[in-house]
């Protein structure tokens, strides 16, 4: 797997990567199965890709969508493990492996909801999908792990309320230096909870996050980061860990704690025209 993230297509400083929202803590307490009557898509079509077919650009990185207005959801080779870590919010480390296809079999799903369905609700209809089609079944655990806790600095963070009429996006604007290069990867986030935030860079820490800031509701923020010589990847955990601490005034410790796990007792494939 690469190290650095590929501009995903030319262009001056029209370029943008929208990474997508990833996986955070657990809170659910539902039950493993879903419910009767639980949301699900009106369509939805699924196709095994060929063996071989490589993930999307970016989709390594978790830079992905699979949602779109008017309620359509389209999912291009991806895997199984990965439409699960989507919908349930979770790290692949929150989950067992589950048959061997899981990681490496992929699928094009392309789906629609009724009316235009937030994020939410498509990952709930999704939920819906993998019980249905994939047959998942799982049960949940709770294990003692590595996790980083955000708090609050001396300072007051610097988060501001959103202005009136935003839509809620989390961008990454490439910004090129004197040699045409990129030098830098500006984060502008609107709209955006503590929540997301944490779902967002929870995959490149490795680790869940723990938010304990006190703090509730949407805020906007910007935050840059700068790769060099000795972390040439703009997603390093460390660039992300510096920004959150130094960028915007939050606290950042490691420790252990309790996270949620998903045991997965069945799973099957799905054939093509199902």
């Given amino acids: 797997m690469p190290a650095g993230v590929k501009r995903a297509h030319s262009g001056d400083m029209t370029r943008i990567l929208v990474l997508a929202p990833l996986a955070a803590l657990l809170v659910s307490t539902c039950h493993c199965q879903e419910a009767a009557g639980a949301p699900a898509f009106e369509v939805a079509s699924i196709s095994p890709c060929k063996p071989g077919t490589p993930a999307p650009p970016g989709q390594d990185h978790g830079m992905f969508q699979f949602t779109f207005p008017g309620g359509r959801f389209n999912a291009r080779a991806t895997t199984v493990a990965l439409l699960f870590e989507w919908a349930y919010g979770i790290l692949p480390s929150q989950h067992s492996g589950g048959p061997a296809w899981l990681e490496d079999d992929r699928y094009d799903i392309v789906a629609k909801a009724a009316g235009n369905a937030t994020d939410d609700q498509m990952k709930r209809m999704t939920r819906t999908l993998l019980a249905e089609r994939f047959k998942l079944r799982f049960h949940r655990e709770t294990r003692e792990a590595p996790v980083l806790v955000l ?17 809620r996006s989390l961008k990454i604007v490439p910004l090129d230096g004197p040699d045409k290069k990129i030098q830098s990867w500006h984060v502008v986030a609107t709209r955006y909870s503590f929540d997301q935030l944490n779902q967002t860079f929870a995959l490149q820490l490795g680790r869940v996050i723990v938010n304990r800031t006190g703090l509730e509701g949407d805020y906007d923020f910007t935050v840059d980061f700068t790769p060099d010589e000795n972390t040439p990847n703009p997603l390093d955990p460390s660039l992300i860990i510096n920004a959150m601490r130094d960028q915007l005034g939050l606290t950042v410790k490691s420790q252990k704690g309790p996270v949620e796990f998903l045991v997965i007792d069945n799973l099957d494939k799905v054939a093509e025209g199902n």
């Fill in 151 to 167: 708090g609050l600095g001396k300072t007051a963070p610097k988060l501001f309320p959103p202005k009136e009429g935003e839509s």
